[in-house]
């Protein structure tokens, strides 16, 4: 354990924004598998439904898509956006190859 406050106060902001963390990789690893499971199907279109953000009739985002999900962890610097470019271009390459 840390003695000086200055540690205990980053241990605290570790703690914090390794729950951060772990959450928004929870939902990338989830969309990423429903992706993977819809091209191994060879379900196209349940596949592009997943990619893209889902809207119900009122316009309004039902679950966010696995390209939203990317840019949001861009955004937040959990990977970066280089990282995040490839995967999305590698996911839309995935959709094409089953077209």
């Known amino acids: 354990m840390p003695l000086i406050a200055s540690a ?5 902001q570790n703690h914090k924004n390794k729950a951060r963390n772990d ?16 091209i191994k199907a060879k379900d196209a279109k349940s596949a592009q439904e997943i990619l ?4 119900d009739k009122d316009g ?3 679950k966010s898509g696995l390209q939203s999900i990317i840019d949001k962890l861009v955004k937040k610097n959990i ?6 470019s490839r995967k999305k271009a590698k996911f839309v390459r995935m959709i094409k190859e089953l077209s």
């Not at 205990?8 to 605290?12: A, D, E, H, I, M």
């Not at 928004?24 to 819809?38: M, V």
């Not at 893209?52 to 809207?55: A, E, F, G, Q, S």
């Not at 990977?79 to 995040?84: A, D, F, S, T």
């Open 60 to 62: 309004k985002n039902v």
């Open 52 to 55: 893209i953000n889902k809207k």
């Open 8 to 12: 205990k106060k980053q241990l605290r």
């Open 79 to 84: 990977i970066h956006k280089n990282n995040g």
């Open 23 to 38: 959450h928004f990789r929870a939902l990338y690893r989830e969309a990423r598998i429903a992706f993977e499971a819809a």
